[in-house]
């Protein structure tokens, strides 16, 4: 595999946004020290490729029966220090939204995880043939013993895949002509963000939680948590050069204010 580059020719034919629900959350978890006293409506995101090499899901939401279940949503969220659990309605149920346009689960070829925070890696268990990439230091630290994670990890998600589902990743990697890994490290250690090139020559960086809100870009803000807050500052400085890039924009999973300007499935950019 070759080092991520602005590739000319492109194996993406569509880009579609799915909106998978929203967190209700104090600012601060995306802001460092700031609005604590601010509570934010954010909404989860995932994204589906349309490529020639098959349907490619690029994060996958989070588990909406954990949060239907009173018993389950005191255990996954409340009992884990979530503000409270996600809201997450009948039209943004991620298999619903994939049988709009007609794509079976059985379908999806691969998931692109940006990294593996719940609210990514909740729906996994609906996609048994597809294969995972992450980038390795991702995956390492994802699997390590329960009691070492944060609750923003629900390792229940993943744990039972087997070993041969997993595509580790060694920083930028181009995958097919048009969808290259960028590695974001920083927020969790092996973040990676995602870049595909469309046919109308447009290409869309898909940011993960590099940085959840534009401010994180506009003025140099650290996410509200990072396992290495120099390498979170150097992703965010590297996705607003990338961004500067002609034709080139940030698709951010969380902010409240972009997701109102999208295109949101069944709808698409191509």
């Known amino acids: 595999m070759s080092t991520a580059v602005q590739n000319t020719t492109t194996s993406v034919r569509r880009l579609y946004v799915l909106l998978c629900g929203f967190e209700i959350l104090p600012k601060t978890v995306s802001t460092r020290n700031l609005g604590a006293n601010i509570i934010m409506s954010e909404p989860i995101s995932a994204y589906l490729l349309d490529t020639t090499e098959g349907w490619i899901l690029v994060d996958s939401g989070i588990d909406e029966t954990r ?3 009173p018993v389950l949503a005191k255990k996954y969220f409340v009992d884990r220090g979530w503000t409270r659990p996600p809201v997450v309605l009948p039209i943004h149920r991620l298999k619903y939204q994939l049988s709009l346009i007609g794509v079976e689960p059985e379908m999806i070829n691969y998931v ?3 990294h593996t925070h719940a609210d990514h890696t909740g729906n996994l268990k609906y996609f048994p043939n597809a294969k995972i990439y992450i980038q390795r230091q991702e995956y390492e630290y994802a699997f390590q013993s329960s009691e070492k994670l944060s609750g923003a990890w629900f390792r229940d998600d993943y744990d039972n895949r087997p070993a041969t589902d997993w595509l580790l990743i060694d920083g ?3 995958i097919v002509p048009g969808l290259d ?3 974001t490290r920083g927020h969790t250690p092996g973040h990676q963000s995602v870049r595909v090139l469309l046919p109308s020559g447009r290409s869309i960086i898909m940011t993960g939680d590099a940085g959840d809100l534009l401010e994180n870009y506009e003025n140099e803000i650290l996410p509200g ?4 807050d ?3 500052l150097k992703s965010i400085r590297r996705l607003n050069q990338l961004a500067s890039l002609p034709n080139t924009c940030l698709f951010l999973c969380h902010d409240p204010i972009l997701i109102q300007t999208l295109k949101l499935l069944p709808d698409y950019y191509d």
Request: net charge negative; proline share 0%.
């Open 67 to 69: 949060i239907d279940d």
């Open 112 to 114: 692109i995880l940006t």
């Open 172 to 174: 930028d990697t181009n």
């Open 181 to 183: 890994l960028i590695s």
């Open 225 to 228: 948590e990072s396992v290495d």
């Open 230 to 232: 120099t390498a979170a």
